[in-house]
Nanobody, 126 residues
Framework: QLDLVESGGGLVQPGGSLRLSCVAS????????IGWFRQAPGKGREGVSC????????NYVDSVKGRFTISRDFAKNTVYLQMNSLKPEDTAVYYC???????????????????WGQGTQVTVSS
């Protein structure tokens, strides 16, 4: 069974930081592209960032460029999303997703992902 588990969400004040983790079990992430997505209450799912298979490229949506960083720890089979300078509009449930052998990724493309985690809540509020 292939599973993705997100963690690291929580409540943070505007301007603060959080690091989300996406841990895979049942498969190695090396050959998988990983996408981070989010869904705010009453809104549709939005892509945030992605890292292609083997980390060949990374991309971000404009609203998080310069604030969020996606990275991989191949030894820990984990992908991280470091989120800095958080804003109230970043409040959402954050999900990671995986698809195999995808060597160029775009955060605007959702349909290629085969495996999804259950999500972790991020709340940015004073």
């Amino acid at each position: 069974q292939l599973d993705l588990v997100e963690s690291g969400g929580g409540l943070v004040q505007p301007g603060g930081s959080l690091r989300l983790s996406c841990v895979a079990s049942g498969f190695g992430l090396d050959n998988y592209a990983i996408g981070w997505f989010r869904q705010a209450p009453g809104k549709g799912r939005e892509g945030v960032s992605c890292s292609s298979s083997r980390g060949a490229n990374t991309n971000y949506v404009d609203s998080v460029k310069g604030r969020f960083t996606i990275s991989r720890d191949f030894a820990k089979n984990t992908v991280y999303l470091q989120m800095n300078s958080l804003k109230p509009e970043d409040t959402a449930v954050y999900y990671c997703a995986a698809t195999e052998n995808h060597y160029y990724c775009s955060p605007y493309v959702h349909g290629v992902y085969d495996y999804w985690g259950q999500g972790t809540q991020v709340t940015v509020s004073s």
